[in-house]
Nanobody
Framework: QVQLVESGGGLVQPGETLRLSCAAS????????MAWYRQAAGKQRELVAT???????DYADSVKGRFTISRDNAKNTVYLQMNSLRPGDTAVYYC????????????????WGQGTQVTVSS
């Protein structure tokens, strides 16, 4: 069994910072790309940032220059540093990872965390 557990969400004022963490655990053989998505109330889930095993990153235009995605491969953990937060960043943030289980036959599957609420409001 593989699971992703997020932490670090909360209520902040505009301009403040938050750091989200997401740890993958369980019967893991390997972890490929990891990512953060978000879903605001009444809107579709959208991709925020991705990071490859090499460390190569990509960001949605709306967060470029403000958010930084990083990972610790030894801990199977992905982070999202969010600076200069805006009310428009308010959403439930989900982590996502492509993982190869130790179970045989080994197959790559995409797993999701349970989500963590980020609210930016004065």
């Amino acid at each position: 069994q593989v699971q992703l557990v997020e932490s670090g969400g909360g209520l902040v004022q505009p301009g403040e910072t938050l750091r989200l963490s997401c740890a993958a655990s369980g019967n893991i053989f390997a972890v490929d790309a990891m990512a953060w998505y978000r879903q605001a109330a009444g809107k579709q889930r959208e991709l925020v940032a991705t990071i490859a095993t090499s460390g190569a990153t990509d960001y949605a235009d709306s967060v470029k220059g403000r958010f930084t995605i990083s990972r610790d491969n030894a801990k199977n953990t992905v982070y999202l540093q969010m600076n200069s937060l805006r009310p428009g960043d308010t959403a439930v943030y989900y982590c996502n990872a492509k993982i190869l289980s130790r179970r045989v036959p080994r197959t790559w599957n995409v797993y999701w965390g349970q989500g963590t609420q980020v609210t930016v409001s004065s």
